[in-house]
């Protein structure tokens, strides 16, 4: 991971960000915030001190001095894969820890953040504001997992309980128009002297045939007459990869999406209720992307054409697949130890995501962002862009 801005992280700063985690989790219950339903979800109250323990491992523990650390336990339960700094609960069993508490965790975080109000105070160096910066735009990326595992904890319940946020989609207005972008060779990664990871870098050029893109999202109208069509049971859609994974786990609809009484229905932060058709749909895997494309006679834009295109549409209201493998760029450098560990042993069998969604954090998102997926998952917040 890297950061090439300048500037020195403000207390203020810092305490707001750590904030607003705990505000996505005011109107939880002690209960729903160590259950953990399936692997690839963690438990909300793992969510609140992983992202404490990256500031006791990498800031107070090497830079304060006389710094106590919490518990000793806690480095064992809430590292989630730095192999370089110690061994770690593994990840399917963090909805085992019953102990510590919800309070002992709020604790936990009450206790580093006193500390490194303090120990910003004491103006660290230049290079300690720039591991603290990456532990900031770290807790903004867990912001956003946040919202996905409450979503999924919920919306896998009965009751389908709400969550006090302002996490909700719009409708995508605009009708549809592709915009023309002219062949030519472009530059592609981060340029600018503001923060990014280290992913982004690697300025580097591209040469792009002519292509259009859709200047919105694809609706649920318009997925639902995909599934309406018997989308999901002509396999010359998909990849072959997709299809056995559709079929092995029975996959009809989008995440959340249930047919009740003949209508669409589904889950949504706010609710159980119909589907909004005008709403860009969402929950959607990489292979359903893909077979949407290829029913409308279409495909996936590469990152790079997104990239290229994205200053001509708005972008934000969920991250858009691509058909582009996430692979390191030219010059792609992973820095060393731990913090090396955060994307470049990640650059296998994903694909790459770009924009971000209305659950990520203000100020967390730019055009050059490289998210990354495998294939099959669709519990983030995801959506469809065409290109041709």
Same mark, same amino acid.
């Given at each position: 991971?890297?950061?090439?801005?300048?500037?020195? *992280?403000?207390?203020?700063?810092?305490?707001?960000?750590?904030?607003? +985690?705990?505000?996505?989790?005011?109107? $939880? &219950?002690? #209960?729903?915030?160590?259950?953990?339903?399936?692997?690839?979800?963690?438990?909300?109250?793992?969510?609140?001190?992983?992202?404490?323990?990256?500031?006791?491992?990498?800031?107070?523990?090497?830079?304060?001095?006389?710094?106590?650390?919490?518990?000793?336990?806690?480095?064992?339960?809430?590292?989630?894969?730095?192999?370089?700094?110690?061994?770690?609960?593994?990840?399917?069993?963090?909805?085992?820890?019953?102990?510590?508490?919800?309070?002992?965790?709020?604790?936990?975080?009450?206790?580093?953040?006193?500390?490194?109000?303090?120990?910003?105070?004491?103006?660290?160096?230049?290079?300690?504001?720039?591991?603290?910066?990456?532990?900031?735009?770290?807790?903004?990326?867990?912001?956003?997992?946040?919202?996905?595992? *409450?979503?999924?904890?919920?919306?896998?319940?009965?009751?389908?309980? +709400?969550?006090?946020?302002?996490?909700? $989609? &719009?409708? #995508?207005?605009?009708?549809?128009?592709?915009?023309?972008?002219?062949?030519?060779?472009?530059?592609?990664?981060?340029?600018?002297?503001?923060?990014?990871?280290?992913?982004?870098?690697?300025?580097?050029?591209?040469?792009?045939?002519?292509?259009?893109?859709?200047?919105?999202?694809?609706?649920?109208?318009?997925?639902?007459?995909?599934?309406?069509?018997?989308?999901?049971?002509?396999?010359?859609?998909?990849?072959?990869?997709?299809?056995?994974?559709?079929?092995?786990?029975?996959?009809?609809?989008?995440?959340?999406?249930?047919?009740?009484?003949?209508?669409?229905?589904?889950?949504?932060?706010?609710?159980?209720?119909?589907?909004?058709?005008?709403?860009?749909?969402?929950?959607?895997?990489?292979?359903?992307?893909?077979?949407?494309?290829?029913?409308?006679?279409?495909?996936?834009?590469?990152?790079?054409?997104?990239?290229?295109?994205? &200053?001509?549409?708005?972008?934000?209201?969920?991250?858009?697949?691509?058909?582009?493998?996430?692979?390191?760029?030219?010059?792609?450098?992973?820095?060393?130890?731990?913090?090396?560990?955060?994307?470049?042993?990640?650059?296998?069998?994903?694909?790459?995501?770009?924009?971000?969604?209305?659950?990520?954090?203000?100020?967390?998102?730019?055009?050059?962002?490289?998210?990354?997926?495998?294939?099959?998952?669709?519990?983030?917040?995801?959506?469809?862009?065409?290109?041709?």
């Amino acid at each position: 991971m890297q950061t090439i801005a300048n500037h020195t *992280i403000t207390k203020e700063r810092f305490l707001t960000v750590r904030k607003r +985690t705990e505000t996505i989790c005011k109107s $939880l &219950k002690p #209960e729903d915030t160590s259950i953990q339903p399936v692997a690839f979800v963690s438990p909300p109250k793992w969510h609140l001190a992983h992202t404490t323990w990256f500031f006791e491992q990498f800031i107070l523990s090497e830079y304060k001095p006389d710094y106590k650390v919490f518990n000793q336990d806690f480095a064992f339960y809430f590292n989630s894969y730095y192999n370089s700094v110690g061994e770690r609960v593994m990840r399917a069993n963090r909805g085992l820890m019953t102990r510590p508490t919800y309070n002992a965790v709020l604790e936990y975080r009450a206790y580093v953040n006193m500390h490194m109000a303090e120990f910003l105070e004491q103006e660290p160096t230049k290079t300690i504001h720039q591991t603290i910066e990456i532990g900031l735009q770290h807790e903004q990326q867990h912001q956003e997992l946040l919202v996905y595992d *409450i979503k999924y904890i919920f919306g896998h319940q009965p009751s389908f309980p +709400t969550l006090q946020t302002d996490v909700v $989609l &719009k409708q #995508e207005k605009a009708s549809q128009d592709f915009i023309q972008i002219p062949e030519g060779v472009y530059k592609i990664g981060h340029a600018e002297d503001t923060f990014c990871f280290d992913n982004e870098l690697g300025l580097h050029k591209v040469y792009l045939h002519n292509y259009d893109i859709s200047n919105r999202l694809v609706t649920n109208k318009e997925y639902a007459e995909f599934i309406e069509a018997g989308g999901y049971s002509d396999f010359n859609l998909w990849h072959a990869d997709g299809w056995d994974f559709i079929n092995s786990n029975k996959l009809k609809a989008p995440l959340y999406w249930h047919k009740f009484k003949g209508e669409w229905k589904q889950y949504t932060l706010q609710g159980f209720r119909a589907i909004n058709e005008e709403e860009p749909v969402n929950h959607i895997t990489f292979y359903e992307a893909y077979a949407f494309a290829q029913w409308k006679g279409m495909r996936l834009p590469t990152e790079f054409e997104w990239e290229v295109a994205s &200053k001509h549409f708005n972008f934000g209201q969920l991250w858009e697949w691509t058909h582009s493998a996430y692979l390191p760029y030219p010059n792609y450098i992973k820095v060393a130890g731990a913090l090396g560990e955060y994307n470049g042993k990640f650059m296998v069998n994903t694909m790459v995501m770009r924009g971000s969604s209305v659950a990520t954090p203000k100020n967390h998102s730019r055009s050059t962002y490289r998210n990354f997926f495998h294939p099959e998952m669709r519990w983030q917040f995801s959506g469809i862009r065409l290109a041709k």
